[in-house]
């Protein structure tokens, strides 16, 4: 496996509130990776940074040997960074199949031709319909997205991200804001598309069952730094991310528990 | 991808939409023979002013941009033309128009640069700040825009042949009403392209969410800033075909009152619709005009009128009838 992104020190500083603070940050090809940590420890403001919805004060960041430091978002995704958000962000007036067929255009380059029908691009709406697919939402294709329960909004915004055809996809709390009972198809979904395309994924997630089940690496972070970086079972073990994220030194549950 | 599945084509079926055009423009053909003068007149302004309503609304229903200075781009296309006939003896008609849109596309490239980069309030208001802008200038430098006297237009030559020499209404009545009818439909058509198009689509990605359209790669001050031009030349245009019928242009164009007329034709109409404009801006210059007939209080009346259809069609006239068809359609 070789490194898709690195980070090298990078800082981003809110007034006097240092949010990330000199963070050496990477991600191998093809893995699926889990970035943990509290409120505040800096998760999403690092994949602002990396996203380019943010700049980094100092620090560089490479993604694929190339410095994209200062790059504007445009050029981020054209390398292959996307990412999806945490209060999801659709285009609510247009359908899903349109979200997901707008992507298309952009990512073709197609959204400057203003003489030419969008609808009559038919290779553009073929492939559109195949990634709602992907992510179930076929049925709901001509709903408008402002109409999706939340979890469909959920996987719309990751399928938006995915059209960009990426090779690193950005997470944060692809399940926040959903029932119990929904978070892990939603995942399956996401994970199983990811895998079988071979994209890299990085997710945010609160929800330590989803992080544990579903990633190959975990990063802690707390604030602003990295408190640790392992396989889920050293995490699981770490002395740090249990006291500190856990907050009660306990040794890890047997996963075969005796009822 | 391994997924099987038939392509869906977005419901939009527009060859449907241009089934119930029919009628209207065998309306809009036939009424210089059927109408009074005044009528057809009357309607000629409409056309205009759907032109610069269509313009607007590409920027409030498709890019989510309420202007407040559309005046300007009205004033900057009637005043090319003015300017062209009093400096330059220009008379043809379609050369007031490639005047009017080489005007509009350098004052909406200069404006536009400098209100994309705001959204909501503070949009609006620079657009009519710099609209004012335009106002005191054509109010001020009397020497050369005549100042509140404005400028006297004689008809113009239309495609090389037609004179407007003899009875000035009955060219207006006819060869004019058909010339601005002609230009209308064609600006309608861009227009429909325009906004169907990729391009459209972005704007309409903008308009819901901007971040999210900035993370699927859409430069968006850019496309706001082509937006804003496109917006502008159809309004220029509109300007520029308004200059004939009315004989004079005057600083009152560029003034940001006539601005919010033509956010009121679009607001009556239903800006969420493609024809909401239209119908918003020929409603709106009857119910101006008669009101001017009807009481020298018509600002009055006309406001109370506004009102009511306002509160009343919250979504517009089109809007309105839209929901109503699917009302109908529905229980079936």
């Known amino acids: 496996m070789s490194v898709l992104l690195e980070t090298k020190a990078v800082v981003k500083q809110f007034g006097e509130f240092r949010a990330v603070d000199r963070v050496d940050f990477r991600v191998q090809e093809g893995e699926v990776l889990a970035l943990i940590g509290s409120n505040g420890a800096g998760k999403t403001t690092l994949v602002n940074l990396i996203s380019g919805l943010l700049t980094a004060d100092e620090g560089h960041i490479l993604f694929r040997g190339h410095d994209v430091t200062k790059q504007p978002v445009k050029e981020r995704i054209r390398a292959g960074i996307a990412r999806s958000f945490q209060l999801v962000n659709l285009f609510d007036q247009l359908s899903a199949l349109d979200n997901v067929a707008l992507a298309i255009f952009s990512r073709q380059g197609k959204t400057r031709r203003l003489l030419s029908l969008a609808d009559a691009d038919r290779p553009v709406w073929q492939e559109a319909t195949d990634v709602l697919a992907l992510f179930r939402l076929d049925a709901h294709a001509r709903t408008l997205a402002g109409g999706l329960s939340q979890g469909e909004r959920k996987l719309l915004d990751v399928a938006i991200a995915y059209a960009l055809k990426p090779k690193l996809l950005f997470l944060d709390e692809p399940t926040s804001g959903v029932g119990t009972r929904e978070k892990a198809p939603i995942m399956d979904t996401i994970v199983s598309v990811v895998r079988s395309e071979g994209i890299s994924a990085a997710i945010i997630e609160h929800d330590m069952d989803v992080v544990f089940s579903y990633s190959d690496r975990i990063v802690a972070m707390h604030q602003g730094t990295i408190l640790a970086d392992g396989t889920p079972d050293q995490i699981r073990r770490d002395e740090k991310v249990l006291t500190t994220l856990i907050g009660t030194p306990e040794p890890p549950r047997p996963s075969q528990g005796g009822g | ?332």
């Open chain 2, 1 to 332: 991808m391994s997924t099987v599945t038939t392509v869906v084509i977005p419901a939009r079926s527009p060859i449907r939409r241009l089934w119930y055009a029919a009628p209207v423009l065998a309306v809009l053909l036939v009424l210089p023979w059927v109408a009074e003068q005044y009528q057809t007149i009357l309607l000629a302004y409409g056309l205009v002013m759907a032109i610069a309503a269509i313009g607007f609304n590409l920027l409030l229903g498709y890019t989510g941009l309420l202007s407040f200075g559309h005046s300007a781009y009205f004033g900057v296309g009637a005043y090319a033309v003015a300017l062209m006939v009093k400096y330059l003896g220009v008379v043809s008609m379609e050369l007031h128009l490639l005047g009017a849109i080489a005007a509009s596309v350098l004052v909406t490239a200069i404006f536009g640069i400098a209100c994309v980069r705001y959204t909501r309030i503070f949009f609006s208001i620079l657009t009519m700040a710099l609209s004012q802008v335009l106002w005191s200038l054509a109010f001020k430098f009397f020497w050369v825009t005549g100042g509140t006297d404005g400028l006297r237009v004689p008809t113009p030559t239309l495609l090389g042949v037609v004179t407007g020499k003899g009875d000035k209404t009955a060219f207006l009545v006819h060869q004019y009403y058909y010339y601005v009818l002609g230009v209308f439909l064609v600006c309608v058509a861009i227009m429909w392209v325009i906004v169907n198009s990729p391009f459209g689509r972005a704007l309409q990605a903008i308009r819901d969410n901007e971040t999210r359209a900035q993370f699927v790669g859409i430069p968006i001050w850019r496309y706001r800033w082509v937006a804003f031009m496109l917006s502008g030349v159809f309004t220029g245009v509109a300007g520029a075909l308004w200059v004939p019928l009315n004989g004079l242009t005057t600083p009152d164009i560029l003034h940001w009152t006539f601005s919010g007329k033509i956010v009121f034709m679009a607001v009556l109409g239903g800006f969420r619709t493609f024809v909401g404009p239209i119908v918003g801006a020929v409603v709106y210059n009857y119910l101006e005009s008669y009101a001017v007939g009807y009481t020298v209080y018509w600002q009055l009346f006309l406001g109370v009128i506004l009102v009511v259809l306002v509160l009343s069609l919250p979504t517009g006239i089109v809007g309105t009838a839209e929901r109503l068809m699917a009302r109908r359609r529905g229980p079936r």
